[in-house]
């Protein structure tokens, strides 16, 4: 059975770049058009991972093939930041997850205890900011997997968290990380001889994973910027401006139009420093002392394995 276990909804909030913060969102897709894009492109489940909210799953929930994520922000001791994708849980979870994920200790030991399948997401990628040496070898000591195939990353960044994934004897799982349907489930997680969502969702927690599509490229990158773009363009001029703030807003988005013009040189900077900065948190990584050292892991309360 196939899933894309990382994928974005317009609940996944405001977009993280200093530019767009107040005029954009992360996505504008519907829920409802992951659930079917997702199926008409080959997969067996559905999930929807945004940013520290369930309110996009809920949306589907009651559909069949679907179950719940988030994408979480965690916090690490270091006061840097991660973000886990956790998978097949429900309101209560998610509220006992964001009440504790500023302490990654407390947060690794709730989903050990509750045998919750997560992984790490791109672990390399200059995303989530800066990073410490000891922050990688600390998540994967911890870790139920990590996302070695995320499909708006670049090879180079994949390559280097598929490494990792295997030097801390890790199983891989992959994702889309889609933030427009263009890019749903053009990579995702396979689990062999799985037939139902609990076989899947069993797999998943026994690491009999396999991350199958494409890693992502400039021009996926620059499309999907695009059209990110164009969805705050119809959504912040498609009511009546009932506040200053709408027509602010409105206005600041139609102010940043002309820069649609040199939009592909903006993307092809952000994308020559993920391969940069990737390669470079991979280096530091490798090097890391605490890498060498076995790192003890929360063990879970019960077994599962795939059928």
């Known amino acids: 059975m196939r899933c894309d276990l ?86 209560r979870r998610h509220s006992r997850i964001q009440a504790i994920c500023d302490d990654a200790e407390a947060l690794f030991a709730y989903l050990a205890e509750e045998d919750l399948p997560f992984c790490v997401n791109h672990p390399f990628s200059p995303l989530t900011g800066r990073r410490e040496a000891s922050d990688l070898p600390f998540a994967f000591g911890h870790a139920r997997s990590v996302e ?32 427009t349907l263009a890019s749903a489930g053009r990579a995702y997680t396979e689990v062999p001889g799985a037939r139902t969502r609990e076989e899947f969702l069993a797999g998943l927690r026994a690491g009999h994973t396999i991350p199958r599509g494409r890693s992502g490229s400039y021009a996926r990158l620059t499309g999907d910027v ?36 040199v939009m592909p040189l903006l993307t092809v900077f952000n994308y020559a420093s993920e391969v940069f900065l990737a390669g470079a948190h991979h280096r530091r990584y490798r090097t890391s002392p605490r890498q060498l050292r076995p790192i003890e892991r929360p063990v879970p309360v019960r077994a599962a394995g795939a059928a």
């Open 226 to 261: 695009a059209r990110v773009f164009v969805g705050a363009l119809r959504e912040n001029g498609a009511h009546a401006f009932d506040s200053v703030s709408d027509l602010a807003r409105f206005l600041g988005v139609a102010a940043l139009t002309p820069v649609m013009g």
């Open 6 to 91: 990382h994928v974005h909804s317009k609940c996944s909030g405001a977009a993280d770049l200093p530019l767009l913060r107040h005029l954009s969102r992360e996505s504008y897709s519907e829920p409802l058009d992951i659930y079917w894009t997702e199926l008409q492109r080959g997969m067996d489940l559905v999930t929807i991972t945004d940013h520290d909210t369930i309110e996009g799953a809920l949306q589907i929930a009651h559909l069949p093939h679907v179950f719940i994520s988030e994408e979480v922000t965690c916090r690490l001791p270091t006061g840097t930041e991660l973000h886990l994708g956790v998978f097949d849980i429900d309101d």
């Open 148 to 179: 070695a195939l995320n499909g708006m990353m670049p090879a180079a960044s994949n390559e280097g968290a598929r490494a990792a994934a295997r030097v801390a004897g890790l199983p891989a799982v992959g994702g889309s990380d889609a933030h």
